[in-house]
T-cell receptor, first 119, second 113 residues
Framework: GAVVSQHPSRVICKSGTSVKIECRSL??????MFWYRQFPKQSLMLMAT?????????EQGVEKDKFLINHASLTLSTLTVTSAHPEDSSFYIC???????????????FGQGTRLTVV | AQSVTQPDIHITVSEGASLELRCNYS??????LFWYVQSPGQGLQLLLK??????LVQGIKGFEAEFKRSQSSFNLRKPSVHWSDAAEYFC???????????FGGGTRVLVKP
């Protein structure tokens, strides 16, 4: 299957600083990438949909000014957590959709996730 | 609105025994259904998916799932579990190409020796 690489896998930052997480599709072009957040022992909650060359679409309740998403190329999307606070500590996972053409099937491949700890 | 329910939060099964994980979904159109597995601290790995056609879907690692439209279910099964199957399993539903996935709450599987 297609490979999605997420970096870093773990990051610890001080409260008030910003952290950037990268999501790359290594062997395919991803016009759409998704960012999820997962709290301990809970399911994945979609934060936003990232479309190459356009603004991201955020889910209700997600602060777009706090979670900045950039999808500047077909293989890279970034999530920047700005002015991080301890409550932003979580596991963040990206996924990229493989487009199979009009009428084709679609499948999302997931990155390895990033464990963010804000101290 | 689409939703997914996994009724079992935890399941403990003996190694070699069979496993069935339940998944019920709500979706207004033809659903695309997925099962993912997640090991601790890791991302998600796709086990199998259903888009159309045969309602019994074969996946990796010996897993299979059956789509039952009348019951809005997509239960995951494995005839004989291995200790390495201990993980968290997520059922997800999405729509046509490009639609976001909605995940169930997950089922944690523990395997006893």
């Amino acid at each position: 299957g297609a490979v999605v690489s997420q970096h870093p896998s773990r990051v610890i930052c001080k409260s008030g600083t910003s952290v950037k997480i990268e999501c790359r599709s290594l062997d395919f072009q991803a016009t759409t990438m998704f960012w999820y957040r997962q709290f301990p022992k809970q399911s994945l909650m979609l934060m936003a949909t990232s479309n190459e060359g356009s603004k991201a679409t955020y889910e209700q309740g997600v602060e777009k000014d706090k979670f900045l998403i950039n999808h500047a190329s077909l293989t890279l999307s970034t999530l920047t957590v700005t002015s991080a606070h301890p409550e932003d500590s979580s596991f963040y996972i990206c996924s990229a959709r493989v487009w199979a053409g009009a009428g084709g099937n679609t499948e999302a491949f997931f990155g390895q996730g990033t464990r963010l700890t804000v101290v | 609105a689409q939703s997914v329910t996994q009724p079992d939060i935890h399941i403990t099964v003996s190694e070699g025994a069979s496993l069935e994980l339940r998944c019920n979904y709500s979706y207004g159109a033809t659903p695309y259904l997925f099962w993912y597995v997640q090991s601790p601290g890791q991302g998600l790995q796709l086990l199998l998916k259903y888009f159309s056609g045969d309602t019994l879907v074969q996946g990796i690692k010996g897993f299979e799932a059956e789509f039952k439209r009348s019951q809005s279910s997509f239960n995951l099964r494995k005839p004989s579990v291995h200790w390495s199957d201990a993980a968290e399993y997520f059922c997800a539903v999405g729509g046509a190409a490009g639609n976001k996935l909605t995940f169930g709450g997950g089922t944690r599987v523990l395997v006893k020796p």
